[in-house]
């Protein structure tokens, strides 16, 4: 029953409801996200790292757009099967449907408070449909993977980096 | 600091980088290797060294330690499957498994342990594979131990593996010490990201170079697709030439032509192999009974400095738990630290926004145990199924029964008693809905209730194991306990794959062994050596 359901939403959601991503994936792999998705991810990455964030906003939003471009790095080193995965996820939470239906978001990406999009996060954390739990894991994974990937967040926790010296 | 790798192709190695070909073509060799890690580099080292040309060949790249800096960033989308994030089916466990030369070896954490007695007679017993057992395998354990430098760790463990033993002594549990094979090693920590002082006596430094230095050929960057046989033999294994970015196939084939080939892609890669070439399986056995050693992550927080980035990631290691019941019985599993650096711990911890940060906050003071579950043994412990997707790629479809959250629940409990009882200040297993405890009695009655189910409670795996499992009869296996195929006369099976249960040990010797051991037959029998004495 519960694959069933999953399965509906699957092909009922994610395959009629979103248009075609097939653009994804360019010849050369990583292709470039788009200003809409980096607008997600923005907002995203604001709510995951609440906390680490410094309160200045343009260093902040210096970081996030930093942790967007990690992201699309990260995204270029997954499997082809997964890419695709990825890109279905942002085109859905992208579209104005399914920014509203699915995660609950009124205002665009770009204008969303954090609380809102917290509030997103923790729903889908908290679902009881794999799809969204799974798709909450990949944007945690990929947000944390991202800042953390970068030594200029470190400091903060302490990790001196990797050993210096001659190697 | 030298780099024997660098060293060796200025001295003329043969390296094919499949990614740079210009045109297709087609190679004979004595034999064909699929895959360079545990299986493969043993291989490879043993038919070379009886004169036969070898040909190697590897998905990933070839790096060495002059290209290992350290950095996760770097190292996870190098020499790892899919950025160190592959995941089962239901993306449930992740795992991680290397790709690149020297496979999952030149990753590993360097936890080195025979095969257990007990699982050898489980297989003599089940498998019919009496030919294997503790004493029968003894000296080629020996002879690989010698090799590969394993042998006891004598520099005292870092923080985070010593308050393993001191939490097991304080409850009156027996831990030991955890066998490695490193020489002159740094005690640096970061073995998972490749061994930048060339200490890690992986397949990278040592039986892949003694291969190239007489002459084998070692292709990287190429992915073996499909095997061709005509009545009982393969006659060719056609590759793809992969692009820079080792996710699309570049247009160029390659066609090796062997005597004999010699398949050793990891639980993974192998059983898919033989499935995407379509190889006679009539009862259905290929990809089948696959094991993880699920493994449970509990997180602690210590009052002191842990840095847990820093030092032998893994040398302690308590079996308490494995044998707490028959071996057939509810799961047992081992308990070992984790070695801790940013990405790795900040994507496993659950949570996010300020609690994320609370936590991450006291990274130098964390400290991480991690449970692995002996699966493949109880009669329902089936294990999970390699399955191949639209583009012939596989998936693990690994379910998490529960058998499996029962020991996850006992393996949770083990680690934050242990934790406390070294002083732990909280302690939280890594769950979706834990917001971690202060003391054991509160851990006690907070994980009891803890709904454990896939997605929320953090599973993961670092052994892939079976698929391809031995037995001494085409029923109950896909090999022989030497590795031959039961229907095709000159294919070999030679990696984790080959094991019919998980091992209940980190299982790098246990490959190491039997692959010495079977590639010395082959080898004898292809060259027309005499064989080596089998005890």
Known sequence: ?167 | MQDPIRRGLASGWQHVDASSLTRSQSVDADVVIVGTGAGGGVSADILSAAGLRVILVEEGPLLSSSDFKMREADAYPQLYQESASRKTADKAINILQGRCVGGSTTVNWTSSFRTPPEVFAFWQQRFGLHELSAVSMSSWFAVMEHKLWVRAWETPPNRNNDLLAIGSERLGIASAAIKRNVKACWNLGYCGMGCPTNAKQSMLVTTIPAALARGAVLYTRLRAQRLQFVGGRITALECLALRPDGLRTAGKKVTLRARHFVIAAGAIGSPALLMRSGVPDPYRLLGKRTFLHPVLISSGLMPERVDGYAGAPQSVFTDHFLHQAAIDGALGFKIEAAPLHPVLFATTLQGFGQAHARLMREFTQAHVLLALLRDGFHPDSQGGQVVLAGDGLPVLDYPLTPLIWEAARRALLAMAELQFAAGARWVSPVHEMSTGYASWAEARRGIAELPLKPLLCRVVSAHVMGGCGMADAPQRGVVDHRGRHFWLDNLSVVDGSVFPTSLGVNPQLSIYGLAARNASVLAAQLSGRPPPVIP
């Open chain 1, 1 to 167: 029953m519960m694959s069933s359901r999953r399965q509906f939403i699957r092909t009922g959601l994610v395959g009629s409801l979103l248009l075609s991503f097939s653009g994804w994936l360019n010849a050369a792999g990583a292709r470039a996200l788009s200003d809409s998705e980096r607008a997600l991810l923005g907002a995203v990455g604001q709510a995951m790292l609440d906390g680490v964030l410094p309160d200045d906003v343009g260093q902040r939003q210096r970081l996030l757009q930093q942790t967007v471009d990690g992201i699309a790095v990260e995204v270029a080193g997954l499997s082809l099967a997964t890419q695709r995965e990825l890109g279905q996820l942002f085109g859905l939470l992208v579209s104005t449907p399914g920014r509203i239906a699915l995660a609950g978001v009124s205002r665009p990406w770009g204008e969303a408070s954090r609380e809102e999009v917290q509030h997103f996060l923790q729903a889908w954390r908290d679902s009881r449909l794999a799809l969204f739990q799974t798709a909450y894991a990949a944007l945690h994974d990929l947000t944390f993977g991202a800042w953390y990937a970068r030594s200029d967040s470190w400091e903060a926790i302490g990790y001196p980096g990797p050993p210096q010296g001659v190697f």
